[in-house]
């Protein structure tokens, strides 16, 4: 059964920072496009940043190049999002996903993880 648990979402000061955490169960994360999107209130869902399966490299939306960096561990199965110098526009539920692109998401979801960035 594959699942994707995200954590690691909270509030936190414009300026701040935060890790989002994604941990993958029933598949190997590797072999999969790990991504990222967020969704703002009243606003359509974006994706934020995907890390490619093997060896691939990372993309970044341009809202958050320099800003934000994705990873992922292999030996837990599971994929990071570090987010710094947080933005008020930043504030959105995130979800992580598996299988898709940066502006295309796969078919495996989790659960959302709030980032509320005050200003």
């Known amino acids: 059964d594959v699942q994707l648990q995200a954590s690691g979402g909270g509030l936190v000061q414009a300026g701040g920072s935060l890790r989002l955490s994604c941990a993958a169960s029933?598949?190997?994360?590797?072999?999969?496009?790990i991504g990222w999107f967020r969704q703002a209130p009243g606003k359509e869902r974006e994706g934020v940043s995907c890390?490619?399966?093997?060896?691939?490299?990372?993309h970044y939306a341009d809202s958050v190049k320099g800003r934000f960096t994705i990873s992922r561990d292999s030996a837990k199965n599971t994929a990071y999002l570090q987010m710094n110098s947080l933005k008020p526009e930043d504030t959105a539920v995130y979800y992580c996903?598996?299988?898709?692109?940066?502006?295309?998401?796969?078919?495996?979801w989790g659960q959302g993880t709030l980032v509320t960035v005050s200003s």
């Open positions: 996903n598996a299988g898709g692109t940066l502006r295309i998401n796969g078919p495996y």
């Open positions: 890390i490619h399966g093997g060896n691939g490299g990372p």
């Open positions: 029933g598949f190997i994360l590797d072999d999969y496009t």
